[in-house]
């Protein structure tokens, strides 16, 4: 029997939600032989997980010198990854809703969704390079969101969401071109979801037919499909949970 290569993953946004649920899928299904996940919340269930694999780290994704210092903390360990999913997302919180109309839009909450959902992004993706430059295929896949196809918009409203949603593809769709150049084996992937059973989403599903309402195992289960079944020519491309292509 040919035993399978080692895998080295990381999870980034573990504290709930999808990016939980990739820890858990991972460890239970070894998909992996060291899962590195990161996390805000100290009261996350992630810290009770207790698996030797598992590496919890905490990370504020918004700060790039914690994101430097992460990422040169797993170099330490570890000298390559082959799988880095970033869940790592921002729609609500509290009195700080989706806008429904430009009435509602202010510059606070603007650059809150960017600095969460765009930003935090492309400077992972840019501390990330010495680890997926290795010559074995390597996936990094960021959560989007279908909301944030220009080409598929309308309904509009929701601005603030929509926009930084579509800046983190376009900021991915350029790291996936120059991670060709410089790190050829990783293949960079936007991926939406579907609409979850989350925190996230949960002032939201009301009309949501049931059978689109996932839960989390099977949103991770079919994410992970689609992961598995890319090719280095998929590289950049924005990708629906059931594998087909999102217009940009």
Known sequence: M??????TALIVGASG??????????????R????????????????????????????????????????????QETA???LVINCVGWLHQGSLQPEKSLQQLNAEQLVQYFQVNSIG?????????????HDRRSVFATISAKVGSIG???LGGWYGYRASKAA?????????????????RAIVTVLHPGTTDTELSKPFQRNVPADKLFPV????????????????????????????????
């Open 2 to 7: 040919i035993q399978a290569p080692s895998q």
């Open 17 to 30: 939600g999808i990016g939980l649920g990739f820890v858990r899928h991972l460890l239970a299904h070894d």
């Open 32 to 75: 992996c032989d060291r899962l590195y996940a990161t996390y805000r919340d100290p009261d996350s269930e992630l810290l009770t997980i207790q698996d030797p694999r598992l590496i919890c780290l905490s990370l504020d994704l918004t700060n790039e010198a914690e994101i430097a210092t992460t990422m040169q903390r797993i170099q």
């Open 80 to 82: 390559c990854l082959h």
């Open 121 to 133: 992004a492309v400077l992972l993706a840019k501390h990330l390079q010495p680890l997926l430059k």
């Open 152 to 154: 598929d918009n309308f």
């Open 168 to 184: 983190l593809n376009m900021l991915m769709r350029t790291t996936a071109i120059e991670y060709k150049r410089r790190v050829p």
């Open 217 to 248: 195992d099977r949103t991770v289960q079919q994410l992970l499909a689609v992961i598995d079944e890319l090719k280095e020519q998929d590289s950049g491309e924005f990708f629906s949970w059931d594998g087909s292509r999102l217009p940009w």
